[in-house]
């Protein structure tokens, strides 16, 4: 998300940079080149206009002009003021003093907004929440069936109701059905329709009337760009949204309607969309983005995501294999599956700094299928060959790319692949070990284990 944008500011700066010392006149250039950047990216008019107002103010004062470090004074300033279009502070998600809370999730028809609720329901169970869902969207057919099939895959429950029931019956169904197995959170899908319409909001308003909800969460499609906003706008003027999911970012390399959004409806931003599977939610932090946006990385968020999804005492153990040259083909297969609950490779590299050594990295070809494909080879290996690579001979390899469905090129290359990772791993833990990265940074790398993360298939 966000690579054309970051792309251009990330040249203006480096062009600050390279200037001998810092005048009226280049840096006007330089704000031109920013204004330019962010009208390209999609951002809304309006949102540029103050963010140009508020960026000129600051980086034309003498203090800048005249800094040891101009170039990177000028780099904080528009960090400074990204942050505070994008909400300065994350904006939690509210509960009800008296539960169950009730949150309704609105938007158009084509957002993703069923899939939305599941990931959201997710979220909430992960964070200590016991929700229920109920889809009130008669109108499109099937649609209540599949929030049923996605609350079955999460192993969540839904409020089913009869099939005759109308909008408000099923919302209230859903709240004496909360009550009673003790849910504290309702979450509302609601219908939605490719146009804003008078019957909509009618509906929707009974809905908030009825249900008094905490929040009401408008579901935006980034891919949209500023028809997103528009409709975020009118829905939050004529209903009264809360906050808003931004879905699909991961697809969206402008990112004009997530820097747009709050700055049109007031509204924070509290959650995006990365990716289809039910984990690909995560919170919106302001300042994360705003880092991801200049190049500076979003460690933070990847340290979460490590935590969250990789076992720590099997990393500590793969760590150890390494670090005592034991680590096996069976272990490499082991840690290509925990690498792949983290989701998106391409998604991990986006929240690597883009400078010193991850400067390349946003640039390297990943490969999603190659983790099966490996996975796929290793698992058709005997447990001997597994525990010695050196014993696969050429009648070895032939039977293994035969039983994997792959070829015996297929089958050099992972070996010649695992090699190299082995050799290379074994050497960057015993640097992070050592502290020799230096830094914050080296630092909270080593505590994510990446050395047991070897093998990333990426070239």
Request: glycine share 6%; hydrophobic share 40%.
């Given at each position: 998300m966000f690579e054309n944008l970051s792309d251009k500011l990330q040249r203006v700066f480096k062009n600050l940079r390279g200037e001998g010392k810092l005048t009226a006149e280049n840096m006007e250039a330089a704000l031109r080149e920013i204004r330019v950047a962010l009208l390209e990216a999609d951002v809304h008019f309006r949102v540029v206009k103050t963010l140009m107002e508020n960026i000129k103010q600051k980086a034309m004062g003498e203090e800048v002009l005249s800094a040891l470090t101009p170039g990177q004074q000028v780099t904080k300033i528009v960090r400074d003021e990204l942050v505070k279009v994008l909400g300065t502070h994350p904006s939690r998600l509210r509960t009800a003093n008296?539960?169950?809370?009730?949150?309704?999730?609105v938007g158009l028809q084509g957002s993703g907004k069923t899939t939305s609720t599941g990931k959201l329901a997710?979220?909430?169970?992960?964070?200590?929440?016991?929700?229920?869902m109920v889809s009130v969207d008669v109108y499109r057919p099937a649609?209540?069936?599949?929030?049923?099939?996605?609350?079955?895959?999460?192993?969540?429950p839904v409020y089913q109701?009869?099939?005759?029931?109308?909008?408000?019956?099923?919302?209230?169904?859903?709240?004496?059905?909360?009550?009673?197995?003790?849910?504290?959170?309702?979450?509302?899908?609601?219908?939605?329709?490719?146009?804003?319409?008078?019957?909509?909001?009618?509906?929707?308003?009974?809905?908030?009337?009825?249900?008094?909800?905490?929040?009401?969460?408008f579901v935006a499609d980034a891919m949209t760009g500023q028809d997103a906003v528009k409709s975020a706008d009118e829905f939050h003027k004529r209903l009264g949204i809360t906050g808003v999911i931004l879905t699909k970012m991961d697809g969206d390399a402008r990112g004009g309607a997530a820097l747009s959004i709050r700055e049109v409806t007031s509204q924070p931003l509290k959650f995006v969309g990365v990716g289809e599977k039910f984990d690909g939610l995560e919170a919106f932090h302001?300042?994360?983005?705003?880092?991801?946006?200049?190049?500076?990385?979003?460690?933070?968020?990847?340290?979460?995501?490590?935590?969250q999804n990789i076992d720590q005492k099997k990393a500590e153990e793969m760590q150890r294999k390494l670090?005592?040259?034991?680590?096996?083909?069976?272990?490499?297969?082991?840690?290509?599956?925990?690498?792949?609950?983290?989701?998106?490779?391409?998604?991990?590299?986006?929240?690597?700094?883009q400078?010193?050594?991850?400067?390349?990295?946003?640039?390297?070809?990943?490969?999603?299928?190659?983790?099966?494909?490996?996975?796929?080879?290793?698992?058709?290996?005997?447990?001997?060959?597994?525990?010695?690579?050196?014993?696969?001979?050429?009648?070895?390899?032939?039977?293994?790319a035969k039983g994997s469905g792959t070829t015996v090129q297929e089958v050099n290359s992972l070996l010649k692949q695992y090699a190299q990772a082995r050799k290379m791993m074994k050497s960057l833990t015993g640097g992070l070990s050592g502290g020799k990265m230096g830094g914050a940074l080296g630092r909270k790398l080593a505590k994510m284990k990446l050395g047991g993360m070897p093998g990333m298939p990426w070239n």
């Open positions: 008296e539960p169950p809370t009730v949150v309704m999730i997710r979220w909430c169970s992960k964070n200590g929440h016991s929700p229920i649609a209540r069936h599949q929030l049923a099939v996605i609350a079955r895959d999460l192993k969540l109701g009869g099939e005759a029931e109308k909008p408000l019956e099923l919302a209230r169904g859903a709240r004496r059905e909360a009550m009673q197995t003790g849910r504290d959170l309702i979450l509302v899908d609601t219908a939605g329709r490719l146009h804003i319409d008078d019957e909509l909001m009618t509906e929707l308003s009974q809905l908030k009337e009825s249900l008094n909800p905490t929040e009401i969460l302001p300042e994360r983005v705003a880092s991801r946006i200049l190049g500076m990385g979003d460690v933070l968020s990847l340290i979460e995501k490590v935590e670090l005592e040259d034991e680590f096996t083909l069976a272990d490499f297969r082991d840690q290509m599956k925990q690498l792949s609950k983290l989701g998106s490779l391409e998604s991990l590299l986006g929240m690597m700094p400078v010193g050594p991850f400067k390349e990295m946003k640039n390297a070809k990943v490969d999603e299928k190659e983790m099966t494909r490996v996975v796929a080879i290793i698992d058709s290996m005997t447990e001997r060959e597994r525990a010695n690579h050196m014993i696969i001979n050429g009648s070895r390899r032939r039977r293994i």
